[in-house]
């Protein structure tokens, strides 16, 4: 069950803002070309970031070149493909990469059987795949069980389930491992972890933000391992420009009390 409580009093300490994009801070699309972020959501996170010294970072399954153009006109630190690539507060890059002859061998094997199956989609991104049926769910058991093949035959691989699509990774990459790295360093050393993410891929980033006792955050339906719920994308803009107007009160003033709602798991 879940009830309804005030959102986590995130205002009067130091803390690290973590945002999945798609499906948390972007409605999902039936395309990926078709998500976007609006403007003044946009602002609403740059001033969030501003007001925590730059603590505020993008984690998704998406490329950071994607990220970028997403959040542009500003620059955050990111993470892509969930931590495969990633950019720290110095523009400093940290990138795991397959072998070359491994990723071409595979990019050839996925889309030859891909093809075979109507409105599923092959989204490449260097060090790993992303097979998408979203648009065709009638092949969602077959693309796992591809899926599955795939991993079973390259240990080097880790499979990824996520909402109509399973990705194919290199191990040990995860948005847990993107946040515990990022925690590590400047600016976002020392403080509380917050992290809003809404899909299977970002139970890993719960659970490092459960155990460093820091707030972590479901969007819409499911079971999750997240300590509070918001009920979807506009819950989320509504929240965080509650906390960057009320951030900014209290650096004016030393006060404010308006808080978003969050549903909380009991």
């Known amino acids: 069950m879940a ?65 970028d153009m997403l959040a542009s006109p500003y620059h955050f630190p990111l993470a892509g493909v969930h931590g495969a690539e990633r950019r720290d507060i110095h523009d400093q890059t ?17 889309s030859a059987a891909l093809a075979e199956l109507p409105g ?16 065709a769910p009638q092949h969602e058991e077959r693309v796992l069980a591809l899926a599955r093949e795939i991993a079973n035959a390259n240990p080097q691989l880790a499979l990824q389930p996520g909402k109509c699509v399973v990705e194919l990774k290199p191990q040990g990459i995860n948005k847990g491992a993107a946040i515990t790295a990022f925690m590590a ?50 819950g989320v803009w509504q929240w965080i420009s509650d906390i960057a107007n009320q951030q900014q009160q209290i650096a004016q003033n030393q006060g404010g009390n308006h808080y978003g709602s969050l549903s909380r798991r009991l």
Do not use: C
């Open 185 to 234: 360093e400047e600016p976002f050393k020392g403080r509380t972890p917050v992290f809003f993410g809404d899909d299977l891929t970002d139970e890993a980033g719960f659970r490092v933000v459960n155990q460093a006792r820091g707030i972590s955050v479901k969007v819409g339906p499911g079971d999750t391992v997240a300590q509070w719920r918001l009920v979807d994308v506009a």
């Open 120 to 135: 599923t989609e092959l989204e490449a991104k260097g060090m790993a795949f992303a097979l998408h049926y979203r648009q």
């Open 3 to 67: 009830d309804l409580l005030t959102a986590p009093p995130v205002l009067s300490g130091h803390y690290a803002f973590f945002f999945d994009l798609d499906g948390t801070l972007a409605g999902i699309k039936p395309h990926p070309d078709q998500v976007a972020i609006p403007d003044a959501v946009l602002q609403d996170l740059h001033q969030l970031s501003l007001m925590n010294e730059g603590a505020l970072a993008l984690i998704s399954g998406r490329s950071m070149a994607e990220l």
């Open 94 to 110: 940290h990138i795991v990469s397959l072998p070359d002859a491994l990723t071409q061998r595979l990019q050839e094997k996925l």
